[in-house]
C-alpha cells in the first residue's frame, strides 16, 4: 500500500510530461482558434458593412495568439501580479513563508509541501487556459458577459496559483504581521 507521499512523489515525477502535452495542446488549440478567427474576419468582410461584428473573430484570433504564446503570457502575468520575471520555483515556498511553512521540519513533511506546490502550479496553467476559453466564448454568444467575469477570475486565480509560493509569502506577510487587537481596542473590558 502506498502512502501521501510515494503519491505526490509520482505525479510530481509525471508533470514534465503533463506540461509539454498541455503546451502541445495549447498550441494545436491556439493555432486552430487563429485560422478561425482569420475566416470569421474573412466572412465579416465579404457580408459587407452592418452585418455583424468585428468582436467575435478578433477576439477568437487573440484568443488563439494567446493560446500559442502561453509561456509569455505566464511570464507577463507573474510580472504583472507579483513583480516576477517568471514564475517561483515549488521550492522556494518556504522562504517565501519562513514563520508558518518555513519551520516544517522533516524531509517528508519537505517533500510533500513542495510536490503539492508543484501541482497547484500546473493547475494554475490550466486555470488560465480556461479562463482564455471562457472570456472568448463571451465574444462570440449571445450569452457573452455571463462568462467574461467567470472568465477574469480563473486567468487572476490561475496566475496566483501558478505564482503560488509568492502568493504564500504575501498571505503570510499579511496574517502572520497583522498586530493582534485584544483588550479595551476591541471594546472588550
Known sequence: MTDLLQ???????FLDEFYLLF?????VLGVTFAIRGLMGAAK????????GSWGGPMMMFMTGVLFVAMPGLINSLSQTFFSLSSPSSPENIFSY???TIGIMDGAEARTIIVGITAI????????????????NMSAQSAQGPKTFGP???FVIAGAM???FPTFVGLMESLIVAAPAVTGPAMGIQ
Open 7 to 13: 503519491i505526490i512523489e509520482n505525479v510530481v515525477g
Open 23 to 27: 503546451g502541445v495542446i495549447c498550441f
Open 44 to 51: 465579416r468582410q465579404e457580408m459587407g458593412a452592418g452585418q
Open 97 to 99: 513563508a519562513p514563520a
Open 120 to 135: 497547484v502550479q500546473f493547475v494554475g496553467v490550466i486555470a488560465i487556459a480556461r479562463g482564455l476559453y471562457l472570456m
Open 151 to 153: 472568465g477574469l477570475t
Open 161 to 163: 496559483a501558478t505564482n
